[in-house]
Structure formats: structure tokens, C-alpha cells
């Protein structure tokens, strides 16, 4: 993916300051992007896609289609799924590293925020999202 931001923001003549000031962040965290250090939220992918004129999946690297996206709400929400997946797998994968400290101070923040959310009225419905995270251990690691 960062190689394809880098030859877009060159494509369109843009340095990475330019497309950091475009974006609203920092130049540091394009720069980040193309080399494949961090990768953009949904939400700065799509005003990627906006800027570049090209589907996410093309400036992810899923795609080579280059032509202008066309977009459809089931197209949108099936992105957003994705990325919600991709940030809840990085997430598991980092709390499965934390010491006891670090897990209960994490699930004490998530308690607090579901019973905020739950308070303000504001909490999904709980069939809208199901799913299945699965963290194993690798046993050649040493």
C-alpha cells in the first residue's frame, strides 16, 4: 500500500507535506504510510480516494484497477467492516501481549466506554456485528 500512496502523491504532483496538509495530519504520518510502517483508518482512505480519484482497493494494493471509483452504500459498508476487522485483529494481537497491569487498565477502559455508550443510548445493536477472533501462539517463536 505504501508504494501505491507514493506513486499517487507523485502522480498528482503532490509532496507529502502537501498531501498531509490536504489530509489534516502530519507530514511524519504519510511518510509512515509509504513505507509501510502504519497504514490510513477507513475514514483518511476515503479522503485518499477522493483526492487520487481511484478506489480504495486500488491504493490499498488489493486491486489494479485504476479507473475512478464508483460508490454504492453495501460497497462503503463492507470497506468499514473490513477495516474494523483489521484494527480488531491488530488490537487482540497487542492486548495478548500485555502484562496482567496492562489487561485489566485496557478492560477497564472498555467497560467504562460500553457503559458510556450504553448510558448516551448511543451502543449498536448487538446482532449488527458477529465474528470470531482467534490468537494462537507461535510455537517456533523463542
Do not use: H
Not at 449498536?124 to 517456533?140: E, L, Q, T, W
Request: overall charge negative; charged content about 30%; hydrophobic content about 35%.
Amino acid at each position: 500500500m505504501g508504494e501505491r500512496i507514493k506513486a499517487l502523491r507523485k502522480e498528482y504532483g503532490m509532496t507529502q507535506l502537501a498531501l498531509a496538509n490536504a489530509l489534516g495530519i502530519t507530514k511524519g504520518t504519510v511518510s509512515t504510510w509509504e513505507n509501510n510502517s502504519r497504514t490510513p483508518g477507513f475514514e483518511t482512505l476515503s479522503k485518499l480516494s477522493d483526492i487520487f480519484q481511484r478506489s480504495i482497493e486500488y491504493i490499498m494494493g488489493k486491486s489494479d484497477d485504476a479507473t475512478p471509483p464508483v460508490w454504492d452504500e453495501s460497497v462503503m459498508d463492507e470497506l468499514a467492516l473490513s477495516q474494523v476487522e483489521d484494527d480488531l485483529t491488530e488490537y487482540a494481537l497487542k492486548y495478548a501481549r500485555l502484562d496482567q497491569f496492562g489487561r485489566e487498565a485496557v478492560e477497564a477502559i472498555i467497560r467504562a466506554e460500553y457503559n458510556r455508550c450504553r448510558n448516551q443510548d448511543e451502543l449498536a445493536p448487538a446482532g449488527k456485528y458477529f465474528g470470531r477472533i482467534s490468537v494462537r501462539r507461535d510455537m517456533n517463536e523463542e
